[in-house]
């Protein structure tokens, strides 16, 4: 079974940054694609940023395009995103996804049941 855990979140200033790492354990996972998503208080989860295994494209949302970065470590099987010039409105709780990598195209999906998620970590931005 694989288990997902996500670290680095925190409380900054606005304009600041930081960088979430999410780390995968256990079952065979060899190829994935990668995302991280989040949620503010009172809203639903958003997508924020994905990368595929194939090629290593990736992926923004509009709101985060610019100032967020997302890679990889695949020996590791670590996916980062960093987070530069961050905002009030970027405060959330941040989850990372992942699942076998496909040949699709385009920003790769992830399933609430039938792919991994981590359980989130807390990003406040003070302004």
């Known amino acids: 079974q694989v288990q997902l855990v996500e670290f680095g979140g925190g409380l900054v200033q606005a304009g600041g940054s930081l960088r979430l790492s999410c780390a995968a354990s256990?079952?065979?996972?060899?190829?994935?694609?990668g995302g991280w998503f989040r949620q503010a208080p009172g809203k639903e989860r958003e997508f924020v940023a994905a990368i595929r295994w194939s090629g290593g494209r990736t992926y923004y949302a509009d709101s985060v395009l610019g100032r967020f970065a997302i890679s990889r470590d695949a020996a590791k099987k670590i996916v980062y995103l960093r987070m530069n010039s961050l905002k009030p409105e970027d405060t959330a709780v941040y989850f990372c996804?992942?699942?076998?990598?496909?040949?699709?195209?385009?920003?790769?999906?992830?399933?609430?049941?039938?792919?991994?998620w981590g359980q989130g970590t807390q990003v406040t931005v003070s302004s």
């Open positions: 996804a992942a699942k076998n990598a496909d040949v699709g195209v385009g920003v790769p999906t992830f399933s609430s049941v039938n792919d991994y």
């Open positions: 256990g079952g065979i996972f060899t190829e994935y694609d």
